[in-house]
């Protein structure tokens, strides 16, 4: 069964740094979101992204952030002066068809920002 | 903010089935009851959704009450690996405003054997 992947599992970045976060989303899908969770808190929506650019996004989303899908297969969330607040797990996800359709997640990748 | 009302925990004995039940009673002619769930930090699942009729699919079923103000998620067979927060979503198909999820705290479902 076709499954979005992400990497790495688990990042350690220092305060300040950039950082990549990696998915490849379930290859007929046209429409990829990232979301995250800070530990024990709700899981947030921060951006949606299709025909390579951004369709929605949240308050999260500042200038730090931004995503990019470099190639067919790989869609990225890159954080450019990393936070400690920023250490969350960040999930992606991805959809078929342009509006309106299930999402399916991968299993996300744990930055933590020290 | 989520636009849906669930327990904030439930138990169930192993090989029984559970009923998580999920309000969402300002829910409007186009949007769809989802059900998901997320395992210790994993990735939130897909497990079912659907408008006004009842769902059935390999992992669970899926009420709606006539009204639609109000769901009810199954699991007719609660396995110790069925633990887990599940999570009811409440958003608009096919040409909505947005297509974000918002995720609310969800019921933490602890099956017990």
């Known amino acids: 069964e076709p499954e979005v992947t992400q990497t790495p599992s688990h990042q350690v970045t220092q305060m300040g740094q950039e950082v990549i976060l990696r998915c490849v989303p379930i290859?007929?899908?046209?429409?990829f979101y990232w979301y995250r969770q800070i530990l024990g808190q709700k899981v947030e929506f921060l951006v949606s992204?299709?025909?390579?650019?951004?369709?929605?996004k949240s308050e999260i989303f500042d200038d730090q952030f931004s995503v990019e899908r470099p190639d067919g297969s790989n869609f990225t969330l890159k954080i450019r002066s990393t936070k400690l607040e920023d250490s969350a797990m960040y999930f992606c996800a991805s959809s078929q068809i342009p509006q309106g359709d299930t999402q399916y997640f991968g299993p996300g990748t744990r930055l933590t920002v020290l | 903010d989520a636009k849906t009302t669930q327990p904030p925990s439930m138990d169930c004995a192993e090989g029984r089935a559970a009923n998580l039940p999920c309000n969402h009673s300002t829910i409007s002619g186009n949007e769809y009851v989802y059900w998901y769930r997320q395992i210790h930090s994993q990735g939130p699942q897909y497990i079912i959704h659907?408008?006004?009729n009842n769902e059935t699919n390999e992992m669970a079923s899926l009420i709606i009450t006539e009204d639609r103000k109000s769901s009810t998620l199954i699991l007719p067979h609660a396995t110790l690996r069925d633990t887990a927060v599940y999570y009811c979503?409440?958003?608009?198909?096919?040409?909505?405003?947005?297509?974000?999820?918002?995720f609310g705290t969800g019921t933490l479902l602890a099956v017990q054997p």
């Open positions: 979503i409440v958003r608009e198909n096919y040409g909505g405003a947005t297509n974000k999820l918002i």
């Open positions: 659907g408008l006004k």
């Open positions: 290859s007929n899908h046209l429409y």
């Open positions: 992204f299709y025909n390579n650019e951004i369709s929605e």
